[in-house]
């Protein structure tokens, strides 16, 4: 069965210091996402992504976050300046256009930690 | 969205069916019922979708009354490997919607 996966499984950083987590959308799947899980927290949305553009974000997705569709295959979420708050899980997303809807297909998460 | 309440945590033990409810007062006509299952540092799961009476899968039901206020996912006979969080999201079925999660429920399977 195809997968979301997603690198790295486990990011340290420094506060103040620019990550990118890496994702690899299932091939024929047209619509992605970013969501997060802070430590014992619910999963909060962030942003959805459609045809190279966002389709909506959350409030979450200020100024310091941005999402890129580089190539064909992978989908990144930046965060240009992090914060201690920006510690958590972060989970991609992806869903295609045919079977049940609002079927969204989640990745392992990448666990960030800034210290 | 449509606002959901599940219970915070429930216990079972292994062969037993687990019958979790949710309440969703304010669903609206063009709403489904969506369940998801996550487990301990894993992304979330599609489980089940539903819109009136019931569904099926090789997974669980889902049971919907008639008013449909409230649903309820039966997982037959769990094991310890169904010990997750389960999330029960209502919203418009559309390609392309954000998922909106809840704190859903945890499910603990003893043996």
């Known amino acids: 069965e195809p997968e979301v996966t997603q690198t790295p499984s486990h990011q340290v950083t420094q506060m103040g210091q620019e990550v990118i987590l890496r994702c690899v959308p299932i091939?024929?799947?047209?619509?992605f996402y970013w969501y997060r899980q802070i430590l014992g927290q619910k999963v909060e949305f962030l942003v959805s992504?459609?045809?190279?553009?966002?389709?909506?974000k959350s409030e979450i997705f200020d100024d310091q976050f941005s999402v890129e569709r580089p190539d064909g295959s992978n989908f990144t979420l930046k965060i240009r300046s992090t914060k201690l708050e920006d510690s958590a899980m972060y989970f991609c997303?992806?869903?295609?256009?045919?079977?049940?809807?609002?079927?969204?297909?989640f990745g392992p998460g990448t666990r960030l930690l800034v210290l | 969205l449509a606002k959901t309440t599940q219970p915070i945590s429930m216990d079972s033990y292994e062969g037993q069916e687990v019958n979790i409810t949710c309440s969703h007062n304010?669903?609206?006509?063009?709403?489904?019922i969506t369940w998801y299952q996550q487990f301990p540092s894993q992304g979330p799961r599609f489980i089940i979708q539903?819109?009136?009476t019931k569904v099926t899968n090789e997974v669980a039901s889902l049971f919907i009354p008639a008013d449909r206020k409230s649903s309820t996912l039966s997982l037959p006979r769990v094991s310890l490997s169904d010990t997750a969080v389960y999330y029960c999201?209502?919203?418009?079925?559309?390609?392309?919607?954000?998922?909106?999660f809840g704190a859903g429920t945890i499910l603990r399977v003893k043996s």
């Open positions: 997303a992806s869903s295609g256009t045919s079977g049940v809807k609002e079927t969204q297909y």
């Open positions: 091939s024929n799947h047209l619509y």
């Open positions: 992504f459609y045809n190279n553009e966002i389709s909506e």
């Open positions: 304010n669903i609206a006509t063009n709403d489904y």
């Open positions: 539903g819109y009136k």
């Open positions: 999201l209502v919203g418009e079925r559309e390609y392309g919607n954000k998922l909106v």
